[in-house]
C-alpha cells in the first residue's frame, strides 16, 4: 500500500565506530555497534515513531510530528551517553568511550511504499547529517515550525546549507546546550578582544573570500556545493563548518581525517576531530592534515571588524 503524508524525517549515525573495528576486532565491533544502534532504537517507538530502517551504525525513522522527534533525538543521546558512561566505568576500550551521535530531522512530504520512505524530506535529512558535528542535532526550519514555543529557543539557527545533490539551499538550526554557545573561546583559554569582529577572510591559493556574519554557516570542504572550496584528496566533501553567534566565530571539524589549526608561527596546532573551537585573530586551518606540514592543505584565516575596512585619516 502506498501513502504520502506530511512526516518529520530522523536519520541517526553514530560515529567513532571506525576505531571499534580496530582495538576490537571484527566479531566483537559488530556485536558492540549492534547492540549500540538496538539501544538508540528504543526510542523511535517510545516518542511514537515508527523505525525503517537501521543503517549499519545508524538508523532512519518517521514521526507524525517534530515534537515527537525531537524528543527521540534527545533520547537517543542520553542513551549513547549512558553506555559510554557505563563503558568507561566498567574500563572499556577507548573505541567504546569515544562512540558519538549526530543526528539530523527534516519535514515534508514523503511517500510510504512497502515499508519504506521516500521523498524530499528524506533526502534533506540524509544529507544534512554530514554537516553535524558530534553528539549534535541539527533540524530543518520545518521541524522548527513545528515545535512548541518551549522548545523554539533552544535552538540557534545556522542560516542556509547548500546540501549535496540538491540546488536550493535549506535553512538549518542547531540544538544548542550539547555544543557550541557553552564552549571556551579556545582550547587554551578565553582571548581578550576590545573589537568584536564581524567577518572572516579565508584563503586557499588563488582564493581570496570574506564571509560575514550574515552569510553563515560557511562550509569548507571538497564538493563542488561546499561555500568555500578547497580541492585536494585529503579534504572531506564537507570538512569543516564556521559559525557566527553572538560576536564569536567557531570552527567545527566535519570530516574523518580531522581539523587543525595555529593561530600564530610560535603557538602550538589545536587538533579538531569532530570538536569545535573559537576563531580569533588570524592563523591557519589545516583540513585533513597539520600546519605544521607543508603538503597539508591550508586554509589562511583572518577576522575582520568594520574598523579593519574604514580608512582612517592620518
Not at 14 to 24: I, K, P, Q, V, W
Not at 52 to 81: C, R, W, Y
Not at 238 to 254: E, K, N, P, Y
Request: aromatic share 6%; charged share 20%; net charge negative.
Amino acid at each position: 500500500m502506498t501513502r504520502i503524508a506530511e512526516r518529520t524525517v530522523l536519520f541517526a549515525d553514530l560515529r567513532g565506530s571506525t576505531a571499534l573495528y580496530e582495538t576490537l576486532g571484527n566479531a566483537e565491533a559488530t556485536s558492540v555497534v549492534t547492540h549500540t544502534v538496538t539501544a538508540l532504537a528504543r526510542a523511535v517507538p517510545a516518542c511514537g515513531g515508527a523505525l525503517i530502517k537501521t543503517l549499519g551504525d545508524g538508523l532512519m525513522a518517521v514521526f507524525a510530528n517534530p515534537m515527537d522527534g525531537l524528543q527521540s533525538a534527545q533520547q537517543m543521546h542520553e542513551a549513547l551517553e549512558g553506555l559510554v558512561t557505563r563503558g568507561r566505568e566498567r574500563g572499556a576500550s577507548p573505541g567504546l568511550r569515544g562512540l558519538r551521535l549526530q543526528v539530523a530531522l527534516a519535514r515534508g512530504e514523503v511517500v510510504e511504499m512497502s515499508g519504506d520512505c521516500f521523498g524530499d524530506a528524506v533526502n534533506v535529512a540524509a544529507r544534512l547529517i554530514d554537516h553535524a558535528s558530534d553528539n549534535e542535532t541539527l533540524i530543518t526550519v520545518e521541524v522548527l515550525d513545528g515545535l512548541s514555543a518551549e522548545a523554539q529557543p533552544r535552538f540557534r539557527s545556522l542560516g542556509w546549507m547548500h546540501l549535496r545533490g540538491r540546488a536550493e539551499p535549506v535553512q538549518v538550526h542547531v540544538l544548542g546546550g550539547r555544543r557550541g554557545v557553552d564552549l571556551p573561546p579556545t582550547q587554551f583559554g578565553a582571548v581578550a578582544s576590545t573589537v568584536e569582529p564581524e567577518a572572516v577572510r579565508l584563503q586557499w591559493l588563488n582564493l581570496n573570500e570574506v564571509f560575514d556574519g550574515g552569510h553563515m554557516p560557511v562550509v569548507m570542504g571538497r564538493s563542488p556545493q561546499a561555500h568555500f572550496r578547497v580541492d585536494d584528496g585529503r579534504v572531506s566533501r564537507s570538512h569543516a563548518r564556521v559559525d557566527w553567534h553572538g560576536g564569536v566565530f567557531q570552527l567545527t571539524d566535519l570530516s574523518y581525517n580531522g581539523t587543525y589549526v595555529r593561530f600564530g608561527a610560535g603557538e602550538d596546532v589545536i587538533a579538531l576531530k569532530r570538536s569545535s573551537c573559537t576563531l580569533h585573530g588570524s592563523g591557519l586551518i589545516g583540513l585533513g592534515g597539520s600546519p605544521a606540514d607543508p603538503t597539508a592543505p591550508c586554509v589562511r584565516f583572518e577576522l575582520l571588524s568594520f574598523v579593519d575596512t574604514v580608512p582612517h585619516r592620518p
